[in-house]
Protein backbone atom coordinates (compact mmCIF):
# COMPACT_ATOMS: atom_id res chain seq x y z
CA UNK A 1 0.00 0.00 0.00
CA UNK A 2 1.44 3.42 -0.83
CA UNK A 3 2.06 5.57 2.13
CA UNK A 4 3.62 9.28 2.12
CA UNK A 5 4.88 11.30 4.86
CA UNK A 6 6.29 14.64 4.90
CA UNK A 7 9.17 15.59 7.03
CA UNK A 8 11.03 19.19 8.14
CA UNK A 9 11.00 21.98 10.58
CA UNK A 10 7.71 22.83 12.63
CA UNK A 11 8.71 26.30 12.44
CA UNK A 12 10.65 28.62 10.06
CA UNK A 13 11.07 32.61 10.59
CA UNK A 14 9.92 35.35 8.81
CA UNK A 15 12.01 36.07 5.77
CA UNK A 16 13.43 32.36 5.30
CA UNK A 17 13.01 29.29 3.22
CA UNK A 18 10.30 26.90 3.86
CA UNK A 19 11.58 23.25 2.94
CA UNK A 20 9.94 20.13 3.15
CA UNK A 21 10.51 16.24 2.16
CA UNK A 22 7.96 14.12 1.00
CA UNK A 23 9.00 10.11 1.08
CA UNK A 24 7.34 7.75 -0.70
CA UNK A 25 6.81 4.03 0.25
CA UNK A 26 5.39 0.95 -0.86
CA UNK A 27 5.77 2.25 -4.40
CA UNK A 28 8.68 4.05 -6.56
CA UNK A 29 8.49 7.51 -7.35
CA UNK A 30 9.27 6.86 -11.21
CA UNK A 31 6.51 5.28 -11.62
CA UNK A 32 5.13 6.65 -15.23
CA UNK A 33 1.85 6.60 -14.49
CA UNK A 34 1.80 9.10 -11.76
CA UNK A 35 2.96 12.67 -10.39
CA UNK A 36 3.40 13.91 -7.43
CA UNK A 37 2.09 16.94 -5.44
CA UNK A 38 2.17 19.09 -2.49
CA UNK A 39 -0.96 21.09 -1.37
CA UNK A 40 -1.23 23.24 1.78
CA UNK A 41 -4.11 24.25 3.94
CA UNK A 42 -3.86 26.65 6.43
CA UNK A 43 -5.41 26.76 10.17
CA UNK A 44 -9.14 26.40 9.99
CA UNK A 45 -9.30 27.29 6.38
CA UNK A 46 -9.38 25.36 2.78
CA UNK A 47 -6.75 23.75 0.79
CA UNK A 48 -4.63 25.54 -1.85
CA UNK A 49 -2.47 23.77 -4.47
CA UNK A 50 1.12 24.57 -4.41
CA UNK A 51 2.32 22.24 -7.40
CA UNK A 52 3.52 19.08 -8.57
CA UNK A 53 6.60 17.25 -10.33
CA UNK A 54 6.96 14.15 -12.64
CA UNK A 55 9.22 12.04 -11.93
CA UNK A 56 11.52 13.50 -15.14
CA UNK A 57 11.54 16.54 -13.15
CA UNK A 58 8.91 18.28 -14.75
CA UNK A 59 6.66 20.84 -12.67
CA UNK A 60 3.91 22.25 -12.48
CA UNK A 61 3.18 25.44 -10.42
CA UNK A 62 0.21 27.60 -8.96
CA UNK A 63 1.06 30.91 -10.82
CA UNK A 64 -0.07 32.49 -7.39
CA UNK A 65 3.33 30.90 -5.67
CA UNK A 66 5.33 30.21 -8.65
CA UNK A 67 7.88 32.76 -8.17
CA UNK A 68 8.72 31.42 -4.81
CA UNK A 69 7.99 27.61 -4.91
CA UNK A 70 10.53 25.03 -6.53
CA UNK A 71 9.53 21.48 -6.01
CA UNK A 72 12.38 18.30 -6.71
CA UNK A 73 12.27 15.29 -7.02
CA UNK A 74 15.31 12.86 -5.83
CA UNK A 75 14.49 8.79 -7.38
CA UNK A 76 17.29 7.29 -5.93
CA UNK A 77 15.75 7.86 -2.65
CA UNK A 78 12.16 8.20 -3.48
CA UNK A 79 11.65 11.25 -2.56
CA UNK A 80 10.46 14.71 -3.42
CA UNK A 81 10.99 18.36 -2.07
CA UNK A 82 9.33 21.23 -2.03
CA UNK A 83 11.00 24.64 -1.36
CA UNK A 84 9.11 28.37 -0.37
CA UNK A 85 10.92 31.00 -0.15
CA UNK A 86 10.49 34.09 1.45
CA UNK A 87 8.05 33.25 3.93
CA UNK A 88 5.69 35.13 5.74
CA UNK A 89 2.80 34.74 8.13
CA UNK A 90 0.64 33.65 5.51
CA UNK A 91 2.34 30.82 4.72
CA UNK A 92 1.42 29.05 8.29
CA UNK A 93 -0.24 25.81 7.43
CA UNK A 94 -0.13 22.36 7.08
CA UNK A 95 1.67 21.26 4.30
CA UNK A 96 0.66 18.28 2.98
CA UNK A 97 2.53 15.92 0.04
CA UNK A 98 0.38 13.81 -2.41
CA UNK A 99 0.30 10.95 -5.21
CA UNK A 100 -1.47 12.67 -8.54
CA UNK A 101 -2.82 10.16 -10.66
CA UNK A 102 -3.15 11.64 -14.11
CA UNK A 103 -1.53 13.75 -16.71
CA UNK A 104 -0.24 16.47 -17.06
CA UNK A 105 0.49 18.68 -20.80
CA UNK A 106 1.96 22.22 -21.44
CA UNK A 107 -1.56 23.48 -21.38
CA UNK A 108 -3.29 21.67 -18.40
CA UNK A 109 -3.45 18.91 -15.76
CA UNK A 110 -6.23 15.98 -15.77
CA UNK A 111 -6.22 14.30 -13.02
CA UNK A 112 -6.77 13.47 -8.44
CA UNK A 113 -4.62 13.47 -5.81
CA UNK A 114 -4.89 10.17 -4.12
CA UNK A 115 -3.42 9.11 -1.49
CA UNK A 116 -1.94 12.11 0.85
CA UNK A 117 0.10 12.24 3.41
CA UNK A 118 -0.80 12.70 7.16
CA UNK A 119 0.40 16.36 6.69
CA UNK A 120 2.67 18.56 8.86
CA UNK A 121 2.21 22.19 10.01
CA UNK A 122 4.52 24.86 9.39
CA UNK A 123 4.59 28.24 11.69
CA UNK A 124 6.31 30.90 10.23
CA UNK A 125 7.20 32.90 13.54
CA UNK A 126 9.99 34.82 14.49
CA UNK B 1 -11.77 33.34 -2.76
CA UNK B 2 -11.93 29.91 -3.52
CA UNK B 3 -12.24 29.69 -7.63
CA UNK B 4 -14.70 26.81 -6.80
CA UNK B 5 -17.48 27.92 -4.85
CA UNK B 6 -18.95 25.65 -2.17
CA UNK B 7 -21.97 25.84 0.85
CA UNK B 8 -19.80 26.75 4.20
CA UNK B 9 -22.25 23.95 5.82
CA UNK B 10 -24.99 21.79 5.26
CA UNK B 11 -27.01 18.81 7.61
CA UNK B 12 -28.84 16.93 7.90
CA UNK B 13 -30.22 14.22 10.04
CA UNK B 14 -29.67 10.47 10.53
CA UNK B 15 -30.40 8.51 7.33
CA UNK B 16 -31.73 11.43 5.48
CA UNK B 17 -30.17 12.41 1.97
CA UNK B 18 -27.95 15.73 1.50
CA UNK B 19 -26.33 17.82 -1.25
CA UNK B 20 -23.25 19.28 -1.82
CA UNK B 21 -22.42 21.86 -4.57
CA UNK B 22 -19.75 23.14 -6.32
CA UNK B 23 -20.19 26.05 -8.69
CA UNK B 24 -17.40 26.91 -10.72
CA UNK B 25 -16.84 28.77 -13.99
CA UNK B 26 -16.36 28.21 -17.82
CA UNK B 27 -12.70 28.67 -17.42
CA UNK B 28 -12.44 25.38 -15.33
CA UNK B 29 -15.67 23.16 -14.99
CA UNK B 30 -17.55 24.28 -17.76
CA UNK B 31 -14.62 24.09 -19.70
CA UNK B 32 -15.33 19.82 -19.20
CA UNK B 33 -12.57 19.66 -16.94
CA UNK B 34 -13.63 16.45 -14.58
CA UNK B 35 -14.52 17.80 -10.71
CA UNK B 36 -12.94 15.45 -7.61
CA UNK B 37 -14.33 14.96 -4.30
CA UNK B 38 -12.54 14.69 -1.04
CA UNK B 39 -13.48 14.08 2.86
CA UNK B 40 -11.57 15.10 5.54
CA UNK B 41 -12.49 13.87 8.80
CA UNK B 42 -11.37 16.40 11.75
CA UNK B 43 -7.80 16.61 12.36
CA UNK B 44 -6.86 13.76 9.05
CA UNK B 45 -5.62 14.25 5.57
CA UNK B 46 -8.35 14.94 3.03
CA UNK B 47 -9.19 11.44 1.71
CA UNK B 48 -10.89 11.19 -2.02
CA UNK B 49 -14.11 10.48 -2.42
CA UNK B 50 -15.52 10.46 -5.83
CA UNK B 51 -13.18 10.94 -8.86
CA UNK B 52 -13.83 12.08 -12.65
CA UNK B 53 -16.99 13.38 -11.24
CA UNK B 54 -18.47 10.02 -11.05
CA UNK B 55 -16.45 7.25 -10.04
CA UNK B 56 -15.86 6.21 -6.41
CA UNK B 57 -12.60 4.37 -5.27
CA UNK B 58 -12.94 1.10 -3.94
CA UNK B 59 -13.59 1.15 -0.35
CA UNK B 60 -15.85 4.03 -0.82
CA UNK B 61 -20.23 3.66 -0.32
CA UNK B 62 -21.83 3.35 -2.79
CA UNK B 63 -23.95 6.12 -0.41
CA UNK B 64 -21.64 8.91 -1.67
CA UNK B 65 -22.21 9.82 -5.36
CA UNK B 66 -21.27 12.41 -7.28
CA UNK B 67 -22.28 14.23 -10.70
CA UNK B 68 -21.55 17.22 -12.54
CA UNK B 69 -23.54 19.77 -14.86
CA UNK B 70 -22.62 22.72 -17.04
CA UNK B 71 -20.48 24.87 -14.66
CA UNK B 72 -21.48 23.43 -11.49
CA UNK B 73 -20.89 20.04 -9.79
CA UNK B 74 -22.38 18.16 -6.77
CA UNK B 75 -21.81 15.35 -4.18
CA UNK B 76 -24.96 13.57 -2.61
CA UNK B 77 -25.14 11.59 0.62
CA UNK B 78 -27.74 9.25 0.99
CA UNK B 79 -28.35 7.89 4.29
CA UNK B 80 -26.51 10.04 6.53
CA UNK B 81 -23.99 8.51 9.25
CA UNK B 82 -23.10 9.93 12.28
CA UNK B 83 -19.18 9.18 10.57
CA UNK B 84 -19.92 10.93 7.25
CA UNK B 85 -19.53 14.24 9.75
CA UNK B 86 -16.62 16.03 8.13
CA UNK B 87 -15.45 18.81 6.04
CA UNK B 88 -15.76 18.13 1.92
CA UNK B 89 -14.08 19.71 -0.82
CA UNK B 90 -14.46 19.93 -4.61
CA UNK B 91 -11.69 19.79 -6.93
CA UNK B 92 -11.03 20.69 -10.65
CA UNK B 93 -8.27 22.57 -13.17
CA UNK B 94 -8.77 25.91 -13.84
CA UNK B 95 -7.03 27.06 -17.73
CA UNK B 96 -5.49 29.57 -15.64
CA UNK B 97 -3.06 26.77 -15.31
CA UNK B 98 -3.56 25.71 -11.96
CA UNK B 99 -5.50 22.73 -9.91
CA UNK B 100 -8.23 24.51 -7.94
CA UNK B 101 -10.50 23.61 -4.70
CA UNK B 102 -13.86 24.42 -3.73
CA UNK B 103 -13.71 26.25 -0.57
CA UNK B 104 -14.97 23.33 1.50
CA UNK B 105 -18.38 22.56 3.35
CA UNK B 106 -18.82 21.43 7.00
CA UNK B 107 -21.07 18.38 6.85
CA UNK B 108 -23.08 18.34 10.86
CA UNK B 109 -24.84 15.08 10.78
CA UNK B 110 -27.96 16.04 13.66
Known amino acids: QLQLQESGPGLVKPSETLSLTCTVS??????????WGWIRQPPGKGLEWIGS???????YYNPSLKSRVTISVDTSKNQFSLKLSSVTAADTAVYYCARYVGYCSSTSCLGWFDPWGQGTLVTVSS | QSVLTQPPSVSGAPGQRVTISCTGS?????????VHWYQQLPGTAPKLLIY???NRPSGVPDRFSGSKSGTSASLAITGLQAEDEADYYCQSYDSSLSEVFGGGTKLTVL
Open chain 2, 26 to 34: SSNIGAGYD
Open chain 2, 52 to 54: GNS
Open chain 1, 26 to 35: GGSISSSSYY
Open chain 1, 53 to 59: IYYSGST
